[in-house]
DNA sequence: GTCTATAAACAGATAGAC
DNA sequence: GTCTATCTGTTTATAGAC
């Protein structure tokens, strides 16, 4: 598993690391391909070398982050679902989607990730795409099919997809509008104490609403 | 109610509404000045003169989009909350939120505001601090009340605002994501059937979550 | 108020030395 | 592979004619 990068793989690695940074911090057009040499320690001239340009630059950025996504995130969704009942489809939702909560709210390092995604996902492209074809096509599915499992309803029914979609929705929104958020709930920094009683909220209206479809219209 | 607007003030709202539309389509940064005149059938100098330059129009561009939302959305949070029952509460609140859901989602002519704040949302800096103070706080303080009505709940309490905010959160990510979202539920265009049949389910997604606060922990 | 010309800074891409 | 110098186009801001 050890993996002694290169002196030109380095390179490559820090440029695109510290592209998703920037690019997650500022926005893809309000970063200059300066900057981000600047940041990785190298020279301009290394982008288009390594990379052809800034477009070919942002492509390796989402193939990296998707590649990172689905390593921390991949085996919460291996779980087989053959024969399991409604109560264990919706402990194993309640579990998946409190895996992404903490990657999306908590883990520190994946912040500059999912800045990433969040600002790309606001731009229809050729990124957008990749991140909808290689993670949240997948991610949806699995939990549409936990969510169907768990009420009793077809995971490929409008409803359940809408359902699903409002589930992952919320835990987006605390990302995109973090700032303001933790200003409203008075809170100073967003610490693993404030994570944790925020992520069980979130998994806890997961199971209000799979309770909501378990009974009536 | 008339406003018959002077030549200059025609130009002041012409280009406000074009840089509006560009800034939601493409983001701040990766939209120039130029681009902005050209859509406006104004010339550059202007905006220079209206507004001191391109952070000035940015300004003057959320106060519009503010001005606006306050009046589409104004009415729905005008009812006096004194003596209303959770019942009550309930309903007004539902109805308050599908109000939201079709300014978000539906309202063809509020899509370039939506955008626009979506993307600025994103961005810490002046223009964010504005719409949380002017518009996103004020809605979340009569939702939460709302919702502390309709669930016997303190609503200054955390758990209260962070409901909301998954609320509110829900319909903010079926706008972010709308392109990935359609592709999804196969819908080719988002109209007039498709939104309604979402804004109820967004609705009642409400409805479950106050059941579930208003029931057990 | 409107429009044009231009300045000064900056962008991304590239050629070539090492 | 790395780094520097430079090219070409574009950016915002501004000065001044009308």
């Known amino acids: 598993m050890e993996k002694p990068l290169s002196g030109a793989e380095v390179t490559r690695v820090t440029l695109v690391e510290s592209a998703i940074r920037l690019f997650g911090e500022r926005g893809y057009d309000a970063v200059s391909t300066r900057d981000i040499a600047d940041l990785a320690a190298a020279n301009i001239g290394s982008i288009a070398y ?12 989402a193939d990296y982050v998707i590649a990172n996504v689905r390593s921390t995130l991949g085996t919460s969704f291996l779980k087989p679902t053959d024969n399991m009942s409604p109560a264990d489809a919706l402990a194993c939702m309640e579990h998946s989607i409190g895996a992404f909560c903490h990657f999306w709210l908590a883990n520190r390092e994946s912040q500059h990730f999912v800045h990433f995604m969040l600002r790309e996902l606001l731009d229809p492209g050729e990124v957008s795409e990749l991140l909808y074809a290689n993670w949240m096509k997948p ?10 499992l768990a009420t009793g309803r077809d995971p490929c029914s409008e409803e359940v997809k809408i359902a699903v979609f409002s589930c992952v929705g919320q835990v987006f ?6 700032p303001l958020i933790m200003r409203r709930l008075d809170w100073d920094v967003m610490g693993p104490e404030e994570t944790e009683r925020l992520c069980k909220r ?3 209206h997961v199971g209000a609403l799979v309770a909501a479809y378990k009974g009536g219209a």
């Not at 929104?173 to 973090?178: D, E, M, P, S």
């Open 202 to 204: 979130l998994v806890m």
């Open 139 to 148: 991610m949806h599915m699995r939990f549409c099919l936990l969510f169907g």
């Open 50 to 61: 390594h990379f052809g340009g800034k477009p070919g630059l942002r492509r390796a950025c």
């Open 173 to 178: 929104h605390f990302r995109v509008a973090k």
